[in-house]
């Protein structure tokens, strides 16, 4: 690199030359910076941090987990109490699965009053909820005098279809899963 000349020894007209020469570079260095900007940035993306394709993140050697490991094995550990569900004795509803009449194997018939209890397989299940919808009906009647009888509907009773009063207390379920259990 060129050691800078002495500046009190150039003249006026040096000087503007100097200067006139160093603005075109002053631009020229502006529009480089901008464009290293852009390709480093464009070089520190990659699929986690933007919307590129794993695939386009190359050979580079990814930062691993920060987990410790407990150094205790897989699964469940041994001395932990299990604590799984118990057979209930109120069963609602039982479906038997009945034997064949005949044997599978040679065809002779079977006597099912042998047949002895093989195996009992209990599932818990929630029951659906479901709608219970009451109608609320008025009547009228016109007396012989000419005045119209008419019943009015309780205070609770305000739309043609409405929710009613259990189903504001109930508020837990979704909107939607309320009605898609009613159409069920």
């Given at each position: ?87 209930s004795n109120q069963v609602d509803v039982v479906i ?19 047949a002895q209890l093989d195996e009992r397989r209990q ?62």
């Amino acid at each position: 690199m060129q050691e800078l000349p002495d500046l009190s020894r150039l003249t006026h007209e040096q000087k503007d030359d100097l200067i006139r020469m160093l603005f075109p570079l002053i631009e020229q260095v502006r529009l480089l910076m901008a464009r290293v900007e852009e390709l480093e940035a464009r070089l520190s993306k990659d699929s986690p941090n933007s919307s590129k394709p794993p695939s386009s993140d190359g050979l580079t050697k990814k930062t691993g987990s920060l987990r410790v490991s407990s150094g205790a094995k897989r699964g469940r550990q041994a001395g932990r109490i299990c604590k799984t569900l118990k057979r209930s004795n109120q069963v609602d509803v039982v479906i038997e699965y009945p034997l064949p009449e005949h044997c599978q194997e040679c065809g002779a018939t079977l006597n099912l009053a042998d047949a002895q209890l093989d195996e009992r397989r209990q599932v818990f299940d929630i029951p659906v909820a479901q709608f219970q919808v009451t109608e609320h009906r008025t009547q009228q009647l016109r007396c012989t005098c000419g005045q119209l009888q008419q019943r009015e509907f309780p205070e609770s009773v305000t739309e043609v279809v409405q929710y009613g009063t259990e189903r504001a207390r109930t508020r837990g379920a979704s909107d939607r899963g309320a009605v898609v259990a009613a159409r069920a």
